[in-house]
């Protein structure tokens, strides 16, 4: 995340104002745009978070009254438009809506809650005629009230909490199932994973997927190592060296996501253990093939996702109406290349 000017402090958002006052979302807007059903008293404290906060409601929260004409625009929250794996979503999203004469309006979210949030807001304020997003905060119980009621919105690549909408995603649970269950029918038990925050959905369910396969196999928990908290390859590369260090280092890695992928390879290359140590990534990584050995993989199929979310937001606009929401769970694809084809006796030259 690039860190703002000491000269331009952040934005304070709508969120923040409600949670000053004491209210609620709708009710702040209620107050900046004069509508009735809004108690004197409640309505000076809203004026006077307002004031203290120096929020800008002219310019900003007057807008958030929401019309029934299209703008033939939507907002996409994504993880980082700089990782490959968002950046194939986006365009397979566009692609969709180029159809339509629609613009997609995208913004990361870098695993911030709060940008999460401000981004949701600043969508509304430009009146998009719907969402997609994809989702990091603890809840996203607060869409209830930023969002209007004729707004559809689609969560991809990762469940919300506390809000009912359609999600598109990926089987992170099979998958990374799949990943655990390929390496110990290559014979190994020791085995570590690497993960994202737990806060993050999908880290979770991956998580629980190579738990599941470990227990399949008839291999405590405890043999296991798992590292959590490594948002990026750095921090993915230090874990790697500190586990081949360890006395009983695992003889194989599942690397929950691509950041984290490229990340173990440095760290195995460096080592000189990249022919004898197991990896498997989950979501493939550029140029993978490409190695020696190759990388292997689960590989997500994000253009699939992109579209089919886009196809589920502008089927939403179209009807006019609510159903029931309803995940869509995309399957996912294991690569061999080599680097989780290796055996766990490769380091003894058997």
């Not at 000491?6 to 004491?22: D, W």
């Not at 995208?106 to 949030?117: C, M, Q, V």
């Not at 909408?165 to 994973?193: I, K, Y």
């Amino acid at each position: 995340m690039t860190p703002l000017s000491a000269s331009k402090p952040p934005r304070v958002t709508i969120r923040e104002v409600a949670q000053h006052a004491g209210v609620g979302i709708k009710t702040v807007s209620r107050v900046v745009n004069n509508e009735p059903n809004v108690a004197p008293a409640t309505a000076a404290r809203v004026r006077a978070s307002i004031e203290e906060l120096r929020w800008e409601p002219d310019a900003h929260a007057s807008n958030l009254r929401r019309t029934t004409t299209r703008t033939r625009s939507v907002g996409l929250l994504l993880g980082s438009v700089a990782n490959p794996f968002s950046a194939t979503i986006h365009r397979a999203i566009e692609d969709v809506a180029v159809h339509r004469d629609v613009a997609v309006f995208a913004s990361s979210l870098d695993d911030d809650p709060e940008r999460e949030i401000a981004a949701v807001e600043a969508f509304v304020r430009r009146k998009v005629d719907g969402l997609i997003l994809t989702c990091v905060a603890e809840s996203q119980a607060y869409l209830a009230e930023l969002v209007p009621p004729e707004m559809p919105v689609v969560f991809i690549d990762r469940e919300p909490t506390g809000y009912a909408a359609d999600t598109v995603h990926s089987d992170n649970v099979g998958g990374a199932r799949l990943a655990a269950r390929h390496l110990l029918g290559f014979g190994h038990r020791r085995l570590a994973l690497l993960i994202d925050r737990r806060g993050i959905w999908t880290a979770r369910e991956r998580e629980r997927g190579f738990l599941a396969a470990l227990d399949e196999f008839g291999v405590p928990a405890e043999d296991a190592t798992i590292v959590a908290d490594l948002s990026d390859q750095d921090a993915a590369e230090r874990a790697v060296m500190t586990l081949l260090g360890a006395p009983d280092a695992p003889t194989a890695i599942v690397s929950g996501q691509n950041l984290i992928t490229v990340g173990a390879v440095h760290a195995l290359r460096k080592l000189g253990h990249h022919r004898d140590v197991a990896l498997i990534g989950f979501d493939d990584v550029e140029l993978a093939d490409l190695m020696d050995p190759g990388v292997s993989v689960v590989a997500q199929r994000p253009q699939e996702l992109g579209r089919l979310a886009a196809d589920r937001l502008f089927a939403l606009l179209d009807a006019g109406e609510r159903p029931d929401p309803a995940p869509v769970v995309v399957p996912v694809d294991l690569i061999p290349r080599g680097s989780g084809e290796i055996r766990p006796d490769a380091r003894d030259g058997r």
